[in-house]
């Protein structure tokens, strides 16, 4: 068991534009939908895009999976949740629930194909806590996709656990299947 710790407080409003900027500057050279499909995303399925940011791989994501499926946008900061809503519109997309919050999803446990923690797993406090939450939410044979900042945080957490089996690992990205 491990020991309760405070809740996870966003970061301030400046320091989440400046980031959201970066993001959207790095992400005008990256093909979104092909790094999504890495990951195992496929038409049909119910994704969980887990520290969301502005949406670029939500909206990457409900693109691909279509209007047979589904994709939760999570965030703690409520200018991303604005983002990703924003974003939504503009895309015209109907298939995207958004939730705010800074790690309980609320969803149905075995309810998630893939989960996406892209760029976020090393902003966050508590890593156990949420790799039990993702555990719990993630259907068996479902697929945890980490890219970007904490993929050897990540890996170093759950070679301690042994709830997850790795599938692809490569310096910027790491896919766990659930066992």
């Known amino acids: 068991m491990y020991k309760r ?13 400046m980031m959201a900027f970066t993001a959207m ?43 047979g499926g589904r994709v939760y946008a999570l965030d703690i900061h409520p200018l991303a949740i604005k983002a990703v809503k924003k974003r939504v519109i503009k895309n ?15 969803l149905p446990k075995d309810s998630i194909d893939v989960v996406l923690l892209y760029r976020t797993f090393y902003l ?15 259907k068996p044979g479902g697929v945890l996709s980490v890219l970007g900042g904490g993929v050897a945080a990540c890996l170093k957490t759950i070679e301690r656990d042994g709830r997850f089996s790795i599938s692809e690992h490569s310096r910027r990205l790491l896919n766990l299947i659930k066992n």
Do not use: W
């Not at 092909?34 to 940011?53: I, N, P």
């Not at 015209?92 to 609320?106: A, M």
């Open 124 to 138: 966050v406090k508590d890593k156990e806590r949420l790799l039990d939450e993702l555990y719990r939410v993630m």
């Open 25 to 67: 500057a790095f992400y005008k050279f990256m093909n979104l939908n092909k790094q999504v499909k890495r990951s195992g995303v496929r038409e049909g399925q119910t994704v969980l895009d887990f520290g969301c940011g502005s949406g670029h791989f939500t909206v990457a994501a409900a693109q691909i999976v279509g209007q």
């Open 92 to 106: 015209n997309l109907s298939n995207v629930t958004t939730i705010l919050s800074d790690r309980k999803t609320e």
């Open 5 to 17: 710790t405070e809740k996870q407080k966003p970061v301030p409003k400046a320091m989440f534009k």
